[in-house]
């Protein structure tokens, strides 16, 4: 079965970077696409950013844009979200997922689409 692992998170100062990393394991060959969202406290999961395995094409939230840039491994079958320029906002669990289709109703940044769900990795921002 698939499974996803997250790490990379951590507590850093406002204005720092971290990386996170989405080790796939399983029957991953059928992945169309992996996504990044997040979930503060008190607040619905959000999307972040995403990537196709096909091409390599990339979609961002308009709130990380210009500060998150994720990519790829194809042969380790891993996603990663390099994140500067951190935030107090940015302060979520981030939850790493993969789609198999890419007839997605309501595209990447729609949670529901995807089939599998990583565990969730802390990144604490402070002021």
């Known amino acids: 079965q698939v499974q996803l692992v997250e790490s990379g998170g951590g507590v850093v100062e406002a204005g720092g970077s971290l990386r996170l990393s989405c080790a796939a394991s399983?029957?991953?060959?059928?992945?169309?696409?992996m996504g990044w969202f997040r979930q503060a406290p008190g607040k619905e999961r959000e999307f972040v950013a995403a990537?196709?395995?096909?091409?390599?094409?990339?979609y961002y939230a308009d709130s990380v844009k210009g500060r998150f840039t994720i990519s790829g491994d194809n042969a380790k079958n891993t996603v990663y979200l390099q994140m500067n320029s951190l935030k107090p906002e940015d302060t979520a669990v981030y939850y790493c997922a993969a789609v198999t289709t890419g007839l997605l109703r309501g595209g990447l940044s729609w949670p529901g689409g995807y089939d599998y769900w990583g565990q969730g990795t802390q990144v604490t921002v402070s002021s």
């Open positions: 990537i196709t395995w096909t091409g390599g094409t990339t």
């Open positions: 399983g029957r991953t060959s059928s992945f169309y696409a």
